[in-house]
């Protein structure tokens, strides 16, 4: 999923929204309460996921533009890659959000290299994310329903002449734009970037969770005679929120809400799909989220004004884009009906350890340095999970090492008032014992050095000496 939260799923027991499709996956299977995302934004957090590499080994994994080159080299082992080396069918249905082409791109013609190009076999893919033009999905590279007459221009420094924008035409707007978004408008809502053509092509924002849970199910009944992998990436609950009207107003907390039980109703009927095709004793499902959670992500949905007492972030501090614990701690969950013994773990396991773990149990003698293999734990029959991981935000990275957190210091704004979201940044070190301060209230750096000096050996060791804290080279 998408921007979803720790707290946005009842079987986390946070929150006030229920989902009980996620939660049958929950319950049935191993539930992570110390999963995380590599990053706490979008496209580092996918590079990391399907390469089983930590983000910021890769200079460009940041929140990528519309018009970014492919991200993942395509000499980079993938986890499409490695399993189609074991005799495995690849697929990949929904966000990309991981560049295409590389440099310039023509939309008119076939977009390469993308997924098809890093291990997919097939891949049916929105061309960014949603709130991003080009606002059209991509079968195999190709844009879908194109009509060669009315070619696709794309420009993100200016406008095409005589173009609508959100800026400019706030009388065409059916969402309006709270900050950054207010480029191009498509179906009544204005995008990030400038998009001139391609009509016939451009998607209905309210259609695109059954559209793209159509196209998982379609793949699944095709390839139900062979091994396959497919990558099924959710859109909701990211921005811009265009649930469809069956959802519209199901959740009391607006369309943030609303779009959670769109999500929730899609996993149910990919499940559904899955039992109905024989495949559920036969197939193993891992759920997860790119990033934690934010309310206002630069549109006015209402997010925050209905969220009430819900809490996205759970018992955690912070959010997307942030150092703190929700920006990457995130629901994390492996289901495997009559294979994986069901229950609850507090072991820390990261994205960039599923690659690892999928490769042993598929029988690979592949690997990737910076993941593990936690085969055992995501199939319920062991407990011992990572003793240290680097987290990353924006490309400051802090470390945890037990129960510990260390957060580096970092100049810039404590929080980003746009998002009302508290980043992590600070002047000093920051230190928590997450055993006795879940919430990340208490800051022992100065009280504790000893330990303060442990986490920081040791996260540069892993991390290198160019962290960009030069507080921290000195205390070392």
């Known amino acids: 999923m998408d921007d979803l939260g720790y707290g946005d799923m009842s079987a986390y027991e946070a929150g006030l929204l229920e989902t009980p499709n996620m939660d049958l996956l929950a319950n049935g299977g191993v539930k992570f309460t110390a999963g995380?995302?590599?990053?706490?934004?979008?496209?580092?957090?996918?590079?990391?996921?399907?390469?089983?590499?930590?983000?910021?080994?890769?200079?460009?994994a940041k929140i990528l533009p519309g018009t970014a080159p492919l991200l993942i080299g395509t000499s980079e082992m993938t986890i499409p890659k490695?399993?189609?080396?074991?005799?495995?069918?690849?697929?990949?249905?929904?966000?990309?959000?991981?560049?295409?082409?590389?440099?310039?791109?023509?939309?008119?013609?076939?977009?390469?290299?993308?997924?098809?190009?890093?291990?997919?076999?097939?891949?049916?893919?929105?061309?960014?994310?949603?709130?991003?033009?080009?606002?059209?999905?991509?079968?195999?590279?190709?844009?879908?329903?194109?009509?060669p007459?009315?070619?696709?221009?794309?420009?993100?420094?200016?406008?095409?002449?005589?173009?609508?924008?959100?800026?400019?035409?706030?009388?065409?707007?059916?969402?309006?734009?709270?900050?950054?978004?207010?480029?191009?408008?498509?179906?009544?809502?204005?995008?990030?970037?400038?998009?001139?053509?391609?009509?016939?092509?451009?998607?209905?924002?309210?259609?695109?969770?059954?559209?793209?849970?159509?196209?998982?199910?379609?793949?699944?009944?095709?390839?139900?005679?062979?091994?396959?992998?497919?990558?099924?990436?959710?859109?909701?609950?990211?921005?811009?929120r265009?649930?469809?009207?069956?959802?519209?107003?199901?959740?009391?907390?607006?369309?943030?809400?609303?779009?959670?039980?769109?999500?929730?109703?899609?996993?149910?009927?990919?499940?559904e799909t899955l039992e109905q095709e024989g495949l559920l004793e036969n197939t193993l499902v891992i759920f997860s989220s790119d990033n934690g959670p934010v309310l206002n992500d630069g549109y006015y949905d209402d997010a925050e004004e209905k969220v009430g007492d819900h809490t996205p972030s759970g018992q955690f501090r912070g959010g997307k884009y942030s150092l703190f614990e929700a920006g990457t701690r995130v629901p994390f969950i492996s289901y495997w009906k009559g294979k994986v013994k069901s229950g609850t773990t507090d072991a820390m396991v990261s994205q960039i350890d599923i690659f690892n773990s999928l490769a042993a149990i598929a029988g690979s003698e592949v690997r990737t340095a910076d993941g593990e293999d936690f085969s055992g734990l995501f199939l319920g029959i062991a407990d011992k999970g990572r003793e240290s991981l680097i987290l990353?935000?924006?490309?400051?990275?802090?470390?945890?090492?037990?129960?510990?957190?260390?957060?580096?210091?970092?100049?810039?704004?404590?929080?980003?008032?746009?998002?009302?979201?508290?980043?992590?940044?600070?002047?000093?070190?920051?230190?928590?014992?997450?055993?006795?301060?879940?919430?990340?209230?208490?800051?022992?750096?100065?009280?504790n050095p000893e330990k303060l000096k442990e986490l920081l050996e040791d996260f540069i060791a892993i991390r290198g000496e160019s962290f960009g804290s030069t507080e921290a080279l000195e205390l070392k």
């Open 36 to 60: 995380y995302a590599s990053s706490a934004t979008c496209s580092p957090s996918r590079y990391a996921l399907l390469t089983g590499t930590y983000p910021w080994r890769n200079k460009d």
């Open 82 to 147: 490695m399993l189609k080396g074991e005799g495995y069918a690849t697929a990949v249905v929904g966000k990309w959000h991981l560049g295409l082409g590389a440099g310039s791109v023509n939309w008119n013609e076939k977009v390469s290299p993308g997924p098809n190009e890093v291990g997919f076999d097939y891949s049916y893919i929105m061309a960014a994310t949603q709130d991003r033009v080009p606002t059209v999905y991509l079968e195999n590279g190709l844009v879908e329903g194109l009509d």
């Open 149 to 240: 007459n009315d070619p696709i221009e794309v420009n993100y420094d200016k406008n095409f002449d005589g173009e609508p924008t959100g800026k400019e035409n706030p009388e065409m707007l059916k969402m309006k734009w709270h900050h950054g978004h207010n480029n191009s408008i498509v179906n009544g809502i204005p995008r990030i970037g400038f998009m001139k053509g391609g009509e016939k092509a451009k998607w209905v924002d309210e259609d695109m969770a059954d559209h793209f849970l159509e196209k998982a199910q379609a793949y699944v009944k095709e390839k139900k005679d062979q091994p396959f992998f497919l990558y099924y990436a959710l859109q909701q609950p990211h921005v811009p």
């Open 242 to 271: 265009t649930p469809h009207p069956r959802f519209e107003g199901k959740s009391g907390m607006g369309p943030r809400g609303d779009v959670i039980l769109e999500a929730d109703w899609c996993v149910g009927q990919f499940m």
């Open 392 to 447: 990353e935000a924006t490309s400051r990275t802090a470390f945890r090492k037990g129960d510990w957190v260390l957060i580096p210091p970092y100049k810039g704004p404590a929080a980003n008032k746009m998002v009302k979201i508290e980043l992590g940044n600070d002047a000093d070190f920051q230190l928590y014992d997450l055993s006795t301060d879940i919430g990340q209230q208490n800051n022992l750096a100065k009280e």
